[in-house]
């Protein structure tokens, strides 16, 4: 079964970086679009990224121009690289995988904390 694992996150001060890493185990992990969602306090969960299996990838509108996620099949990694962070940009995140006939997230890592002080 496929499974996901996160890492990376942290404390950093605003305008700062930080890079997630996710990392999948299974045979079937580049078959698999990626993405990355957060979730903050008292909020809904958001999509930030995602990747489709061949690398085309979308954004959220609210970290557009700031992350950039990529994937490396071969290592059955999934990146986040964020930038400019700011403190809104607090939240646990999470890595997940998407069925590509439902279309729905079916795998998901237990998530790593990115807090962002002003």
């Known amino acids: 079964q496929d499974q996901l694992v996160e890492s990376g996150g942290g404390s950093v001060q605003a305008g700062g970086s930080l890079r997630l890493s996710c990392a999948a185990s299974g045979p079937t992990f580049s078959s698999y679009a990626m993405g990355w969602f957060r979730q903050a306090p008292g909020k809904q969960r958001e999509l930030v990224a995602a990747i489709a299996s061949g690398g085309i990838t979308h954004y959220g509108d609210s970290v557009k121009g700031r992350v950039t996620i990529s994937r490396v099949n071969a290592k059955n990694v999934v990146w986040l690289e964020m930038n400019s962070l700011k403190p809104e940009d607090t939240a646990v995140y999470y890595c997940?995988?998407?069925?590509?006939?439902?279309?729905?997230?079916?795998?998901w890592g237990q998530g790593t904390q990115v807090t962002v002080s002003s």
């Open positions: 997940a995988a998407q069925d590509s006939y439902t279309l729905e997230y079916v795998y």
